[in-house]
């Protein structure tokens, strides 16, 4: 039956010149309502024909061109699609030996955690964002927000087609995949080391194939010029009750130590290092895709692959429920910054971050940042950075991709909710009506109960079978 539905669709398009594969007899136009010219034979009360219109097909195909865009351009690296520079870039991905110690006593040496209390070099990009789990962190308990040195305050995002955002980050912080990094690496609550420790791990562990793409690099084993640190040395020593460091990391600017006491053409070849880690890992990033999923089959002409009910949930998406006003595009994000009325809960047993002001603070820091996409250690720019920041900025977080969306262990920013039917009782009641920065942009849908079933319906269509196995460990 469902492939008489299908073909009701196909012969719609088809007036409109976006005729779907498989498109069958040349249509006669008009309103396309697959009940119409459903033979009857499947519609139930409980599982009823999807009704979808013209309307609805049009905007269900921006979300499903027939094939996936590749990442757009991204002049502010060089390397970005270098194959060297992305192959390099895996290796570092997985290596926790640019980290140092682990400060929060939280750190107990359980599965849970990357080592224990003191330990060093546990932290690579792969603790939290785990190649088996569409890189999410599916490791720390709860499954919300990351431990690693100490913990963080906001869930660590899924990488797969992280290539096609520009603004990155939940607040937008950071504007290209090469300074993200620096972020990584120098938070007391993350790798908790510093860019000097890790241009001499670089020397150390990775010469030849630094250099083979990077060109020299400065001789770091010249210690009266680049200060020797060690693990324990790195970064913080101690957090306070904000979870901040006691102090300034050693190893990075503002250290009054070893950092500011190089001089200014050492500080910069070292910060030169790191950027082109970022450039490498940023290459290998640019490749981790979630990829074609059921619901392209479907909209391809493959009549069995969604069910009535995510049908039915598409229909909603682009229809009743406005998803598709910011969950927009191939990947099911407009890459803008909305605020949606979010009450931040309890997460990972204690944690709580009620007044998170998202991008107006988070854009702002993107504008200063001298590893900026306007900065010197960019290779070009494409006006992605904005300039002016209006209100709708504050606790505003950017819109997330929603392929693979039902594989993520937790969602929003906070990781609050445990399952999509949380997240879509959350939409349908228009978020909620205090406990957040800013303005919130959405208002009640007044779904029924089988309308939210199938928006999750339709969701868990959206998983394709995610980057190929070479790219989820150390190549
Ligand atoms: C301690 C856990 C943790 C580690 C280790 C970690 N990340 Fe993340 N990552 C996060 C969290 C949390 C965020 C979101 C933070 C925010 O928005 O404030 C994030 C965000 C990102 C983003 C932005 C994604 C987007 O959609 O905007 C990228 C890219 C990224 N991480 C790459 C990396 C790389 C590369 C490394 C290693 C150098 C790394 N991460 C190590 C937790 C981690
Ligand atoms: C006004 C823009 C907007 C609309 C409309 C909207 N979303 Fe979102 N969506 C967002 C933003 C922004 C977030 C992240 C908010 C946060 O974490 O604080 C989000 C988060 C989500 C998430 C969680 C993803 C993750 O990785 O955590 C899902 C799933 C989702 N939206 C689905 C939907 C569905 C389904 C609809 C329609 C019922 C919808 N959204 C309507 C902007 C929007």
């Given amino acids: 039956m469902r492939g008489v539905v299908l073909a009701s669709l196909l012969v719609a398009c088809g007036g409109g010149g976006q005729s779907l594969p498989n498109g069958g007899a040349a249509g006669a136009g008009g309103e396309p309502s697959v009940g ?26 921006g979300l499903s061109p027939d ?96 290539g096609q955002s520009r603004l ?29 420790y890790a241009a001499e791990r670089v020397f150390e562990n990775h010469r030849s194939a630094y250099e083979a793409i990077f060109g020299a690099l400065p001789p770091l084993d010249d210690v009266a010029r680049f200060p020797a640190l060690s693990a324990a040395q790195t970064g913080c020593r101690a957090l306070d009750n904000d979870n901040k460091c006691i102090g300034h990391g050693r190893g990075s600017p503002g250290d009054a130590a070893e950092f500011d006491g190089m001089a200014l053409a050492d500080q910069d070849a070292v910060t030169r290092v790191w950027v082109n880690v970022g450039k490498a890992i940023g290459a290998y990033e640019r490749r981790l895709t979630c990829g074609k999923a059921p619901f392209d089959a479907w909209m391809q002409g493959d009549r069995d692959a969604l069910s009535r009910a995510a049908q039915r949930g598409a229909g909603l998406f682009v229809g009743k429920a406005g998803c598709v006003t910011c969950h927009a595009g191939p990947y099911l994000s407009d890459e803008k ?71 993520r262990p937790s969602f929003m920013h906070t990781g609050q909710f445990a399952k999509l039917d949380d997240v879509i009782d959350f939409f349908d009641r228009g978020g909620d009506s205090f406990g957040f920065p800013g303005t919130s942009e959405l208002s009640p849908l007044e779904l029924t109960p089988r309308e939210r079933a199938d928006l999750v319906a339709f969701l868990q269509t959206l998983s394709g079978a995610g980057p190929a196995a070479a790219l989820l460990a150390p190549p």
């Fill in 168 to 196: 990155l980050m939940w607040d937008g912080r950071r504007d290209s995949l090469f300074s993200q990094v620096f972020g990584v690496l120098e938070s007391e609550v993350e790798m908790n080391s510093s860019r000097l």
């Fill in 36 to 61: 119409q010219v459903g033979d009857g034979g499947a519609g139930t009360n409980d599982d009823p024909e999807p009704q979808l219109s013209q309307a609805d097909l049009t905007l269900l195909r």
């Fill in 337 to 407: 910054f909305h605020n949606v009325g979010l009450q931040p809960r309890v997460v990972a047993t204690v944690f709580i971050d009620a007044n998170d002001p998202g991008a107006s603070v988070g854009i702002t820091r993107a504008q200063v940042d001298p590893l900026n996409v306007i900065g010197k250690y960019s290779d070009g720019d494409d006006g992605r950075l904005p300039v002016k920041l209006d209100d709708t900025y504050t606790g505003a977080f950017r819109t997330p991709r929603l392929r693979c969306v039902a594989e």
């Fill in 67 to 162: 094939d996936l865009p590749p990442p757009p351009a991204d002049p502010s690296s060089a390397w970005s699609d270098a194959a060297d520079a992305a192959t390099f870039g895996q290796r570092l991905f997985f290596d926790a030996r640019f980290s140092g110690e682990l400060l929060d006593g939280d750190n107990d040496g359980s599965p849970n955690a990357l080592g224990s209390r003191g330990d060093v070099g546990k932290v690579s990009c792969a603790g939290c964002h785990l190649p088996d789990h569409g890189f999410s962190d599916a490791r720390t308990i709860r499954k919300q927000i990351s431990l690693a040195a100490g913990w963080g305050l906001r869930r660590a995002p899924s990488l797969l087609d992280v």
